[in-house]
T-cell receptor
Framework: EPEVTQTPSHQVTQMGQEVILRCVPI?????FYWYRQILGQKVEFLVS????????KSEIFDDQFSVERPDGSNFTLKIRSTKLEDSAMYFC???????????FGPGTRLTVT | DQQVKQNSPSLSVQEGRISILNCDYT??????FLWYKKYPAEGPTFLIS?????DKNEDGRFTVFLNKSAKHLSLHIVPSQPGDSAVYFC??????????????FGKGTKLSVKP
């Protein structure tokens, strides 16, 4: 069964450093998303991406964040200068249509020290 | 602001009995609802969904009921099995068919099914 994969599973970085979280969505999906879950809190939408551009972003997704689809398979989330409050689980998701079921990856745990 | 609310943080059920997980929402622009199951150290796994034009959707042991007038939905699992023990998230998507697709999640309900 096709699945969304994410690497790395755990990333530890120092405050102020840049991190890139990687995702490989399900191959025939066209819509891609990033969510995050701070420990003990709800899963929060960050950004959606379609046709090589951002479709929608939340207020969390400020200028420190960017997304890219560098090739036909990968979808990345970059945080330019990490802050302590960026520590969270970051989930990538993909779907084959807007408003349809989104399929999530296993997540990357980002720890900013 | 909590647009999607799951007021029960936990639920314990005996194996074989029915599990009922509840979810309330405040935004009348939501018209597509989903339930996800999440095990520790894994991503949310899609379970079942329902659009606002329906009031019930069934898939095997899982049934979702939607009461639009009350802005309430519930997930019924019957019979419950120990493997169903997980955190269950309710999620809503605004303007299905024309939305940008972002999901708004509740805080989750931890279901424990005891043998």
């Amino acid at each position: 069964e096709p699945e969304v994969t994410q690497t790395p599973s755990h990333q530890v970085t120092q405050m102020g450093q840049e991190v890139i979280l990687r995702c490989v969505p399900i191959s025939n999906h066209l819509y891609f998303y990033w969510y995050r879950q701070i420990l003990g809190q709800k899963v929060e939408f960050l950004v959606s991406f379609y046709n090589n551009e951002i479709s929608e972003k939340s207020e969390i997704f400020d200028d420190q964040f960017s997304v890219e689809r560098p090739d036909g398979s990968n979808f990345t989330l970059k945080i330019r200068s990490t802050k302590l409050e960026d520590s969270a689980m970051y989930f990538c998701a993909s779907s084959d249509g807007w408003g349809g079921e989104q399929y999530f990856g296993p997540g990357t745990r980002l720890t900013v020290t | 602001d909590q647009q999607v609310k799951q007021n029960s943080p936990s639920l314990s059920v005996q194996e074989g009995r029915i599990s009922i997980l509840n979810c309330d929402y405040t935004n009348s622009m939501f018209d597509y609802f989903l339930w996800y199951k999440k095990y520790p150290a894994e991503g949310p796994t899609f379970l079942i969904s329902i659009s606002s034009i329906k009031d019930k959707n069934e898939d095997g042991r899982f049934t979702v009921f939607l009461n639009k007038s009350a802005k309430h939905l519930s997930l019924h699992i019957v019979p419950s099995q120990p493997g169903d023990s997980a955190v269950y998230f309710c999620a809503a998507s605004p303007n299905y068919g024309g939305s940008q697709g972002n999901l708004i999640f509740g805080k989750g309900t931890k279901l424990s099914v005891k043998p």
